[in-house]
């Protein structure tokens, strides 16, 4: 007897709930014995469940659900929307999800999913001609093994053990992203413009943004340098304009905080503008040839400059008489 982990099994049970279209989603729905003849859903019940249930949807979305003692079993398929292609079909053994295969409308083939026991499972890509654009094998949602093609059906990269350089193509073959993988999971990835430059560089860590990011324009100019600290942005953003900085932005734990600088495209300072965790606090500061303009925030409310020394001196106080410092 095969044993399912519960990982595996929570993963089935997710699958089986999606296969249930919502009630109010359902215009009509048939139950057809394993023998071919209609029966009502009474019979059904009756009859230990056995065969197909096929519903419409009000989107036009038939769905085809084969059953053998109540539980999937089969091949339950969806179409396109007012069609009998189908995009959709998934593969269940005894109400275990086996496999998923999503088509385009000429019936090739896209993507399928081979869901496996401890937690692996192996994820097929097609391009639109029907050549497979990766292979991939993951265990416990890290990837483990990979081939990737060119649209020559060259091998052109692979990860090994966890470890290698991971492709992403479009279905035509354009190149989306290169990703460099350690313990199975992304450390970089390297994104692309449809032209082939560099549209973005990134790390992660855990699968959030780690460290700094790199952007760039379709022409290789600089256009955005950020930091990240476990997803949330924790440094300084520069900004960048036909390929010369124009702004520096402070950010403390994914918040405005510290001084925000300008610069013209000369580079002469515009302004500088004081954030205090994300809303605007001091002076904001606007510089031209001949003048400074200046305005003032109390924690994102605009203010005086008397009031703003009046209410900043009473928070001092405030802080100093708090029993927790």
């Known amino acids: 007897m095969k044993l399912i982990s519960a990982g595996a099994l929570l993963a089935v049970l997710l699958a089986s709930c999606q296969t249930q279209a919502p009630l109010s989603e359902v215009i009509s729905q048939k139950y057809v014995h394993k023998y071919g003849f209609d029966v009502s859903e009474a019979e059904w019940s009756e009859r230990a469940e056995e065969g197909q249930v096929v519903a419409e949807l009000k989107n036009g979305v038939t769905i085809t659900r084969s059953y053998e003692g109540g539980l999937l079993h089969g091949a339950t398929t969806y179409t396109f929307p007012q069609s009998d292609i189908i995009e959709k079909q998934e593969l269940y053994d005894q109400g275990t999800l086996l496999k998923e295969t999503i088509y385009d409308l000429s019936g090739m083939p896209i993507r ?141 734990n994914g918040e405005k905080h510290g001084i925000e600088h300008h610069y013209d495209d000369l580079g002469n300072l515009t302004a500088d503008i004081e954030w205090r965790r994300d809303k605007k606090h001091g002076p904001s500061k606007y510089y031209t040839d001949e003048t400074t303009d200046m305005e003032w925030f109390f924690k994102g409310q605009p203010v005086t400059a008397d009031k703003y020394e009046v209410l900043e001196s009473r928070d001092q106080i405030i802080a100093e008489l708090s029993p927790d410092r």
């Open 112 to 252: 399928e999913d081979v869901y496996e026991f401890d937690n692996r499972n192996l994820i097929t890509l097609w391009d639109e001609k029907g050549v497979p654009l990766s292979i991939e094998e993951y265990e416990n949602n890290r990837l483990m093994e990979g081939k990737y093609y060119t649209p020559d059906h060259e091998l052109e990269a692979k990860v090994e053990q966890g470890a290698g350089e991971r492709v992403k193509r479009d279905r035509t073959g354009l190149l989306i992203s290169r990703d460099a993988v350690e313990s199975g999971a992304i450390r970089k990835r390297t994104t692309y413009h449809p032209n082939g430059d560099i549209h973005a560089i990134s790390h992660y860590k855990d699968y959030q943004l780690d460290g700094e990011q790199f952007k760039y324009t379709s022409t290789g100019k600089p256009l955005m340098r950020l930091h990240w600290d476990k997803g949330v942005l924790d440094g300084m953003k520069i900004v960048y304009r036909n390929g010369l900085k124009i702004a520096e932005v402070p950010y403390v």
